[in-house]
């Protein structure tokens, strides 16, 4: 099976900060990965898919890259509705995983 | 606009059995594929099962195999999760979640998950 580790696991940032949380695969998936922003008590939203191709309906300010086994999330610049957690997945074969998740709090 | 609700959760004994359902709306519920994902009390996500949208495909995560059982019914829009052998690791709040596709492994919509209990 395919491991994702996320880091860092928890960060802390002020609004207009500018955040990156980096997912490594065990395996090249080549561009085969998700991001997901879950806020408490909420479903989670999917962002980004094919590791850099923006969902519809998700801020300009989410943006996504890499390729193989090395991918990061930014956020450009933080917005309060922005503190949550952030999960990669890959998508390259089954089993499907998760990276443990990345928790965004408030500085 | 897609809804998906899903029922069936409470509480069962180790060694128990629970059928979860997914009733989803606002979408052509038989091109897509469908797949379960879990989360445990202040856990992370884990991704449990996937059936293609006609049903000729199933996956299983390695925790689940050969005790879980996707299906779905495109008649009645409605996928499935037969869970057998129970065990109280599989406490957790099981969610249905549409595939962007057929089979591309994203999730694009979700439900709000039904919690499933395994205790004694």
């Known amino acids: 099976d395919i491991q994702l580790t996320q880091s860092p696991s928890f960060l802390s940032a002020s609004v207009g900060d500018r955040v990156t949380i980096t997912c490594r695969a065990s395996?090249?998936?080549?561009?085969?990965l998700a991001w997901y922003q879950q806020q408490p008590g909420k479903a989670p939203k999917l962002l980004i898919y094919?590791?850099?191709t923006l969902q519809s309906g998700v801020p300009s300010r989410f943006s996504g890259s890499g390729s193989g086994t090395e991918f990061t999330l930014t956020i450009s610049s933080l917005q309060p509705e922005d503190f949550a957690t952030y999960y990669c997945?890959?998508?390259?074969?089954?089993?499907?995983?998760f990276g443990g998740g990345t928790k965004v709090e408030i500085k | 606009q897609v809804q998906l609700v899903e029922s069936g959760g409470g509480v069962v004994q180790p060694g128990g059995s629970l059928t979860l359902s997914c009733a989803a709306s606002g979408f052509t519920f038989s091109g897509y594929g469908m797949h379960w994902v879990r989360q445990a009390p202040d856990k992370g996500l884990e991704w449990v099962a996937f059936?293609?949208?006609?049903?000729?495909?199933?996956y299983y995560g390695d925790s689940v195999k050969g005790r879980f059982t996707v299906s779905r019914d495109n008649a009645k829009n409605t996928v499935y999760l037969q869970m057998n052998n129970l065990g109280t690791a599989d406490t957790a709040v099981y969610s249905c979640a549409k595939d962007k596709g057929s089979s591309t492994g994203s999730f694009d919509y979700w439900g709000q998950g039904t919690l499933v209990t395994v205790s004694s």
């Open positions: 094919t590791a850099s």
């Open positions: 997945q890959q998508v390259d074969s089954y089993p499907l995983t």
């Open positions: 395996q090249g998936i080549s561009s085969y």
């Open positions: 059936i293609r949208y006609d049903a000729s495909n199933k």
